[in-house]
Structure formats: C-alpha cells, structure tokens
T-cell receptor, first 117, second 110 residues
Framework: EAGVAQSPRYKIIEKRQSVAFWCNPI?????LYWYQQILGQGPKLLIQ????????DSQLPKDRFSAERLKGVDSTLKIQPAKLEDSAVYLC???????????????FGQGTRLTVV | DQQVKQNSPSLSVQEGRISILNCDYTNSMFDYFLWYKKYPAEGPTFLISISSIKDKNEDGRFTVFLNKSAKHLSLHIVPSQPGDSAVYFC?????????FGTGTRLQVFP
C-alpha cells in the first residue's frame, strides 16, 4: 500500500515570497491533516479536512496561509507571503476516520522542510 | 494552552533495559491516545494506541498504560534496543482532533 506522498521535500525561499506544498493521501482515507512542526516542538495542527470539507482550521493563520482539498483527495497548502517564523517542517497525514470508525491512527508523509531566509 | 505534555525532553537508557516515556494531558474529553516514533528527516510513524475504555495495551516489546484519573499515559519498551533511538510523541484525540505532545528523545546506548 502506498503511503502519504508529499512534495517537495525541501524548499528555501526568501521572506515575503510565496510557496506551495502538495500532499497525496493514502487511497480511501477520508481525513487529511496538515501539521506544522517547528524545531524542538511537537506537530501543531493547522487544518483538518474530512473529504473536501474543512473540519478544523482554528490554528491556521488565515491572513497568509490557505489550504484546499480538491475532490476530497489531493491537498495543497500555500503560504503567501512567507515570514521567517514559518520555517518549519510541514507534515501531511491521512486517516480512515469516518462515521463510527473514529479511533484509527493517522499516517504521515515525510514532510516538507521549509526554510525562510 | 498545551493540552498534551511530555515533560521529559530526553531519556537515555542502556540496551536491554526498560524505557519508560511519560505523557500527561489536561482535556478529559480525550478518548483515544497514540504513540508515534520519529526518526530524523522522516514523518512520524504510528507505534501503538489505546482507547480510554482500556488501561493497558500491549504489542510485542511495547506496552502503553493509561491512568484516566491521573490523566497520564506511559509507554514502556522492554527490552530497549539501539534501533529504538528516536523521538517519541504522544498524541490524544477527542472527536476528530489529533493533538500532539512536544516529544521525548530516547537514546538507547550499548
């Protein structure tokens, strides 16, 4: 079974530039998460999709971050404009959570390491 | 507001001995708990989980214990192996959310 795919693996941009990350979840997984992991901290949830609807985006800085999940499958996360403090690893995860099957684990991609200079 | 806390940033254990990683949570609505393991330059990988209706779950060398009254869970690794050296995250879930702790770096030395 193919895992969660993310691209690119690494990205270096200057502050105020734009950047986009792509995620392809495991086939059949209804729930998709984007997490931000700053060095030395745990993953912080940015946005959660159930199919193509947003379940939670309370911690997404909406003035600069946006995310979409087209047709309930692939997802993109965009930052525009980037700030120095956005330097982090951006992790995408998916799970089969749907209906009564709530207690299933999330599977993570390898992440995109973003450096803003 | 850190709802899931791992107060020990690092732990060093000799090969063959037991590793005990701890996690505390504040939200009594959490009903499912997970442990993830993370190697450098890789995403977290699922290790073991436990539902709030249980107090123990075992999978090979890994056992997770849940004390709901204390809002505390722990991961026991017996025996510890050098390949277990990684960062371990506990995570807790309520409804759809999955909240992570800050992680504990485990070093298993020969």
């Amino acid at each position: 079974e193919a895992g969660v795919a993310q691209s690119p693996r690494y990205k270096i941009i200057e502050k105020r530039q734009s950047v986009a990350f792509w995620c392809n979840p495991i086939s059949g997984h209804a729930t998709l998460y984007w997490y931000q992991q700053i060095l030395g901290q745990g993953p912080k949830l940015l946005i959660q999709f159930q199919n193509n609807g947003v379940v939670d985006d309370s911690q997404l800085p909406k003035d600069r971050f946006s995310a979409e999940r087209l047709k309930g499958v692939d997802s993109t996360l965009k930052i525009q404009p980037a700030k120095l403090e956005d330097s982090a690893v951006y992790l995408c995860a998916s799970s089969f959570r749907t209906g009564d099957l709530m207690n299933t684990e999330a599977f993570f991609g390898q992440g995109t390491r973003l450096t803003v200079v | 507001d850190q709802q899931v806390k791992q107060n020990s940033p690092s732990l060093s254990v000799q090969e063959g001995r037991i590793s005990i990683l701890n996690c505390d949570y504040t939200n009594s609505m959490f009903d499912y708990f997970l442990w993830y393991k993370k190697y450098p330059a890789e995403g977290p990988t699922f290790l073991i989980s436990i539902s709030s209706i249980k107090d123990k779950n075992e999978d090979g060398r890994f056992t997770v214990f849940l004390n709901k009254s204390a809002k505390h869970l722990s991961l026991h690794i017996v025996p510890s192996q050098p390949g277990d050296s990684a960062v371990y995250f506990c995570a807790a879930s309520a409804t759809d959310k999955l909240i992570f702790g800050t992680g504990t770096r485990l070093q298993v030395f020969p």
